[in-house]
């Protein structure tokens, strides 16, 4: 974990500090232990990140501890490249878990043992009513449940029931072992909760020991408490569930107890926050993978060239409470585009290349080859790098019109504007295919006019440009929102709502020829352009394909 000041005043406040700070003072706790409780059956969001900056973070602040525990209780939807995944970005985001990783199958033997010491105390039997009659017998939120005719086995054929569930000698949906909480409650999650299904499934923990898994309701506070869990935080759809969550700890005998407590769930516009949807995305093949750079998967968000402390600079900003709402995209990008604009250097490259000769070139005063450019404007320590200039050069397409009006701050024929770093030049001339469509600008330079003004010259803007001599010709991927809808999720067919233009590939941009060794991690402004990093699946070696990371500004530009 990187070092951080825990100076009090440091530390994010809100509902869950103060619940903390009272718990400390009070004495129910002397020490802070949370936990990140994943479910391995997808890739990590940002919905995620939000909870795993809260858990760590807590125990950051409060010199507790965080475990990293799979919530593997569900065989049918679990992989180990799931799991792989998460502790991956969970280290990625700047974070370390207390010990060893936690999984909740390994608690599968205490689990049953806990099943069974409900059953003897009647408060657990084995219903064989099927899935869709304990539905029916639920009932609604008008309308209270009816008990299910197995409810009131005696104790000692419960026993034997489980025990035949256990071996797998039940097919699926024929039996489950149900709590015996109260038919009647308000809360539907009272009504006798399944608590153990038959699933006939191979476990990536547990192989085939088991044939049958315990619902999450009984695991997770289970889990919770085995681990010494102090304050376990979840979001708000699992507020009524809390009422089972401590009904299930206070019958059963385990010493420690800790508490749940709710917060909203981050919700984002423009993104998916839902692993299940996700995987639907990448299974239609409507992205490249979880790690698309349009996802804001945390490996979407990482390919696409956030770094870790925006995204915890995201975290901290949208802060934790119990009103839910949705946060605009432009709060996630202006993070980026802020750690960015600080730290990454800045280079140029041309997008849409169109030649520009400079037809006074090698005349007095115009005859520079190499010039010692800055990387970034604010950090010397950053240091300086060499470009050529030379007399043909790239600029972009946008940047030359041979009319146009004063608002126009770029080249048109006849005026003057400043190639970044280098000459003040004019246009004077320009050549045109066959279609009409112009080919080549030619201009005439300002002598010395490197790094100068001169008298009489008044450039009416700087324009960006690359060697055409010497340059990297390369790919790069624009990208711009994902669905064309701002509420993606409430949509049925969500995937209906993909905008299926929000690739754009440019395949030879010219760029300048230092951004040819770039490495995997590497990100820069590209001058007038956005900030951009190296694309960690489509480069190779001495080949970095880049990826817009973000727009200069928050304009329609980024996303249009
Ligand atoms: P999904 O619907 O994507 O599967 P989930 O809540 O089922 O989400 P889990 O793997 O069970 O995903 O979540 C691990 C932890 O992350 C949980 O504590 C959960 O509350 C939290 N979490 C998940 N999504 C969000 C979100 N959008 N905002 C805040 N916390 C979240
Ligand atoms: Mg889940």
Not at 80 to 109: A, C, H, P, T
Not at 137 to 165: C, H, Q, V, W
Not at 377 to 400: H, M, N, Q, V, W
């Amino acid at each position: 974990m990187e070092a951080v000041d825990i100076k009090e005043e440091n530390i994010p406040r809100n509902f869950i500090t103060d619940i903390i700070d009272e718990d400390l003072k009070s004495g129910k706790e002397d020490h802070v232990a949370t936990r990140f409780p994943p479910e391995p059956n997808g890739y990590l969001h940002i919905g995620h990140a939000k909870s795993i900056c809260l858990n760590f973070g807590l125990a950051r602040d409060y010199k507790g501890t965080c475990n990293l525990r799979f919530d593997d209780t569900n065989p049918v939807k679990e992989d180990m490249e799931y799991i792989e995944s998460i502790q991956k970005d969970v280290k990625w985001l700047g974070f370390s878990w207390n010990g060893e990783i936690r999984y909740s199958s390994s608690y599968f033997d205490k689990l049953y043992g806990y099943a069974l010491e409900l059953i003897e105390k009647g408060l657990a039997y084995v219903d064989e009513l099927t899935p869709d009659q304990i539905r029916e017998y639920r009932g609604t939120l008008k309308e209270a449940g009816k008990n299910s005719p197995y409810r009131d086995r005696s104790i000692e054929e419960n026993k034997a029931l489980f025990e035949k569930m256990k071996n797998g000698k039940f097919k699926e949906g024929q039996a489950c072992l149900r709590a015996k909480i109260d038919m009647a409650s308000p809360f539907i999650c009272m009504r006798d909760p399944v608590i153990y299904r038959v699933r006939y499934a191979h476990h990536a923990m547990t192989h085939d020991k088991w044939c049958i898994y315990p619902m999450y309701d009984f695991t997770h506070c289970i889990s919770d408490a085995i681990e010494g869990i102090t304050h376990s935080i979840c979001t708000l759809e699992f507020q009524d569930n809390r009422r089972l969550y401590d009904w299930v700890l206070e019958n059963i005998s385990i010493e420690h107890r800790p508490h749940q407590y709710e917060m909203s769930r981050l919700n984002l516009e423009y993104s998916i926050t839902s692993k299940r949807k996700l995987n639907l995305l990448v299974d239609e093949k409507l992205v490249d993978g979880w790690d698309d750079p349009r996802l804001t998967t945390i490996s979407g968000l990482r390919r696409r060239g956030y770094t870790p402390a925006s995204i915890r600079e995201f975290c901290r900003r949208i802060g934790v409470t119990k009103q839910e709402n949705t946060v605009e995209m432009s709060a996630l990008e202006t993070c980026v585009r802020e750690d960015l604009n600080a730290n990454a250097k800045r280079a140029m490259a041309v997008l849409h290349p169109l030649k520009l000769v400079i037809d006074n070139y090698g005349t007095d005063g115009v005859n520079d080859s190499e010039l010692t450019v800055a990387n970034h404007p604010d950090k010397e320590d950053l240091g300086t790098r060499t470009i050529t200039i030379s007399k043909e050069l790239y600029i972009d397409k946008a940047d030359f019109k041979e009319e146009a009006n004063k608002q126009y701050k770029r080249l048109k024929l006849g005026y003057e504007v400043r190639l970044r770093n280098g000459y003040i030049v004019k246009a004077t001339s320009c050549e045109k295919d066959e279609n009409g469509e112009i080919t080549c600008v030619h201009v005439e330079a300002v002598p010395n006019s490197i790094g100068k003004d001169v008298e009489g010259h008044k450039p009416k803007g700087v324009i960006h440009w690359v060697d055409s001599n010497n340059c990297y010709r390369a790919k790069v991927c624009l990208y711009s929102r994902l669905f064309n809808v701002a509420n993606p999720g409430a949509v049925e067919d969500f995937l209906s709502t993909v905008d299926k233009d929000s690739l754009e590939v440019i395949e030879d941009a010219a760029l300048e020829m230092s951004l040819k060794a770039s490495k995997v991690g590497d990100s820069y402004q590209f001058e007038r352009e956005g900030y951009f990093c190296v694309d960690s699946k489509l480069s190779t070696e001495n080949n970095p394909v880049f990826n817009l990371t973000v727009a200069l500004r928050d304009t329609k530009k980024a996303f249009v």
